[in-house]
Nanobody
Framework: EVQLQASGGGLVQPGGSLRLSCVAS????????VNWFRQVPGKEAEWLSL???????SYADSVKGRFTVSRDNAKNTIYLEMNNLRPEHTAVYYC?????RGQGTKVTVSS
């Protein structure tokens, strides 16, 4: 069964950091562009980043310099490192690749 699963979310204090993971099963992630999004209930999803097949990443202005994407081809996983988080970053984060949307992971930024 093809799956795309995001994990690593949780509760973090303002100014803190989290690293999210997106792991694919039944297909090789590095052969596809991978997008990260976040969504707050009742609002449209916000695009965060796109990592191309050759490993280059572009970021939304809202996260540039604060979020970093990396990829571990051996683990078929892509990561989203998030630093200096703020309450407004609270959302469900998810990845998309190969026409699939992964099950998201919830990030809550609160003191």
């Amino acid at each position: 069964e093809v799956q795309l699963q995001a994990s690593g979310g949780g509760l973090v204090q303002p100014g803190g950091s989290l690293r999210l993971s997106c792991v694919a099963s039944e297909f090789t992630l590095r052969f596809y562009g991978v997008n990260w999004f976040r969504q707050v209930p009742g609002k449209e999803a916000e695009w965060l980043s796109l990592t191309s097949r050759d490993g280059l990443t572009s970021y939304a202005d809202s996260v540039k310099g604060r979020f970093t994407v990396s990829r571990d081809n051996a683990k078929n996983t892509i990561y989203l490192e998030m630093n200096n988080l703020r309450p407004e970053h609270t959302a469900v984060y998810y990845c998309k690749a190969n026409g699939y949307r992964g099950q998201g992971t919830k990030v809550t930024v609160s003191s």
